[in-house]
């Protein structure tokens, strides 16, 4: 397939954005314009922030300016939400090289200025991970299902000392974002506290102040800071170090769209894993077969699939994350589906460039 020049649209904190930049910067030239913060770089791409705060107004012009100057064969934006008032102007009139990443947040709960933005995305090739967003676009676009993907070479399981201090851990990677719902497992712990003198909560992921400020407090005012520890982002041998260690990986996000890279590389390590049944996660998840799923929002519910897991005996958790990794092998592997983002792309520069 053709050497392609890719300008891509995307968070600079993005794990998702991260592992796509990466896989296509070594075989095409690269650049990846981002707002915010950049949380990785990649030695291969051509990599500039645009300004944030009140210079995002005139983020868009610059952006536009980019597209002049470098004449990429496709445009690809990631997070609508994110991205949308800087790439309007490209979705209107370079349609024909743009590929939109709508993600979970940005579908499901648009902000106002999203909400009206959104009425110019017609006729766009999208990529989802998401069955849901799938059939919601697919009447006004060219919608194309691609999973963000699993490292299977890297997220795999190895064997390495289960305890911490003597205690289970039970991991929640999600991140200290109001939607990611972390305050509903502090409250299961906070109302189980002498159930709980074997497990360990450690939570990690990107931090929003205001959520992670809530957390704190309630940590301090229900006196749990014995049984909680809290990270920020970690590093990658410390994440899977503890996807791997965990007796349990949680995520109690109150909305996905496909299913979550946390959740999808615990899998791949063979974790045990329990998420809200919501969205796209019971496509993913099997109760019982090769995960746990509990009513979104639902304490009650949480707790009750709580202690059931921690009842299974060690054959049955065995034959869970078996199946776990499975799953991810099948449907979930990264070269395989970027190889379809890379068909994608061709074809877009092929229909672009007939004479």
């Known amino acids: 397939m053709k050497r392609l020049k890719i300008l891509f649209l995307a968070p600079g904190n993005s794990i998702h954005s991260y592992k796509w930049i990466k896989y296509f910067s070594n075989n095409n030239i690269v650049y990846w314009n981002f707002t915010g913060k950049l949380n990785y770089n990649i030695k291969n791409a051509i990599i500039q922030k645009l300004p944030s705060g009140l210079g995002l107004l005139f983020s868009p012009f610059i952006f536009l300016l980019k597209i002049l100057i470098v004449r990429p064969d496709i445009i690809h ?22 590929v939109l990443n709508p993600w979970g947040s940005d579908f499901f709960y648009p902000n106002f200025i999203v909400k009206k933005l959104q009425n110019f995305i017609k006729n766009n090739i999208i990529l989802t991970d998401s069955f849901i967003i799938k059939k919601a676009l697919i009447k006004n676009n060219f919608v194309h299902k691609i999973n963000f993907g699993v490292n299977l070479s890297y997220f795999k399981n190895k064997k390495v000392r289960k305890k911490y ?19 509903l497992i502090l409250k299961f712990i906070k109302k189980n506290k002498k159930k709980l003198k074997n497990f360990l909560f450690v939570f990690s992921g ?12 309630f940590i301090k005012k229900f006196e749990i800071n014995n049984k909680v520890i809290l990270y920020g982002s970690l590093k990658k041998d410390k994440y899977i170090k503890y996807l791997r260690e965990a007796f349990l990986v949680v995520s ?5 769209a496909g299913l979550s890279s946390a959740i999808a590389e615990a899998m791949s390590c ?16 099997k109760p019982k077969k090769n995960g746990f799923l509990f009513d979104n929002n639902n304490l009650e519910d949480f707790s009750k699939k709580f202690f059931e897991i921690s009842s299974l005996s060690k054959n049955k958790i065995n034959v869970i994350k078996k199946n776990a990794r499975k799953i991810q092998q099948e449907n979930n ?3 395989s589906e970027m190889k379809k983002v890379y068909r994608i792309y061709n074809l877009i520069y092929k229909k672009n460039n007939q004479l």
């Open 270 to 285: 063979e974790a045990l894993v329990m998420c809200t049944n919501n969205r796209d996660n019971p496509y993913w998840i």
């Open 165 to 183: 201090k003597n205690k289970q851990i039970i991991f929640c990677p999600r991140g200290y974002s109001a939607i990611y719902n972390q305050r």
């Open 333 to 335: 592997n990264l070269s």
């Open 252 to 256: 109690a996000s109150k909305s996905d």
């Open 77 to 98: 934006i990631h997070s609508i939400s994110k991205n949308l008032f800087i790439g309007i102007f490209v979705i209107i009139f370079f349609k024909k090289r743009v």
């Open 206 to 217: 990107m931090i929003e102040i205001n959520e992670y400020n809530k957390i704190r407090n």
